[in-house]
């Protein structure tokens, strides 16, 4: 099945820093999300993209859609200590406008030291 | 609500015992997702709802694992005979389509624990 590569499993950053990670996949998707994970919580949705080559910015947060489609990357600018937590990258492969069926990396664990 | 709630929020079964495990989407939201999440794995789509219809069950893992949303509104996910493998955060979420891309709001999850 369709698999999204997310490295490495675990990052330690200095707060201020900035850190970029990346996704890939071995198969093309029509849209791509990012989300973060805390302990004990659901993924919440940080950035969507819907076209290749996208670039779109929330804040700190800056992502980009490849344009071969099948790979994005996130940055994350000015690291702060609520960054801490489990980023996942997910793509969706049918466009149904619903988000039917979502692939999910495994996810980054960022630390952040003060 | 204000979210998708989930309940309960930990279950601790039995192998061989039948679960059932709740998820209250956000009024008015008619997609409903159960995904299922591995420790230390992203999430895996099990089953997809519009309204009350299972459109896609594709994800689900064997015949021991059931959904349903009758009145399309609160779903559960059932399964029966659980097993080891089954141990993991059984994450709900819903979403209200929207052109052009459309948010699903996930819930806290239930974790279920086979021993």
């Known amino acids: 099945g369709q698999q999204l590569n997310q490295s490495p499993q675990s990052m330690f950053i200095q707060e201020g820093e900035d850190v970029s990670m990346n996704c890939t996949s071995s198969?093309?998707?029509?849209?791509w999300l990012w989300y973060k994970q805390d302990p004990g919580e659901g993924p919440v949705l940080l950035i969507a993209?819907?076209?290749?080559?996208e670039l779109t910015s929330n804040g700190r947060l800056t992502a980009q859609f490849g344009i071969t489609r099948k790979d994005s990357f996130l940055n994350i600018s000015a690291s702060i200590p609520s960054d801490v937590g489990i980023y996942f990258c997910a793509g969706e492969d049918t466009y149904t406008g619903a988000n039917s069926k979502l692939t999910f990396g495994k996810g980054i664990t960022l630390s952040v030291r003060p | 609500g204000a979210g998708v709630s989930q309940s309960p929020r930990y279950k601790v079964a039995k192998r061989g015992q039948d679960v059932a495990l709740r998820c209250d989407p956000i009024?008015?939201?008619?997609?409903l997702f159960w995904y299922q999440q591995a420790l230390g794995q992203g999430p895996e789509f099990l089953t997809y709802?519009?309204?009350?219809?299972?459109?896609?069950k594709s994800g689900l893992p064997s015949d021991r694992f059931f959904a349903e949303r009758p009145e399309g509104s609160v779903s559960t996910l059932k399964i029966q005979r659980t097993q080891q493998e089954d141990s993991a955060v059984y994450l709900c979420?819903?979403?209200?389509?929207?052109?052009?891309?459309?948010?699903?709001?996930f819930g806290q999850g239930t974790r279920l624990t086979v021993v």
């Open positions: 009024s008015g939201h008619v997609s």
């Open positions: 198969s093309i998707f029509n849209t």
């Open positions: 993209l819907y076209k290749a080559g």
């Open positions: 709802f519009q309204n009350e219809a299972q459109l896609d």
């Open positions: 979420a819903s979403s209200a389509p929207q052109l052009p891309y459309t948010e699903a709001f």
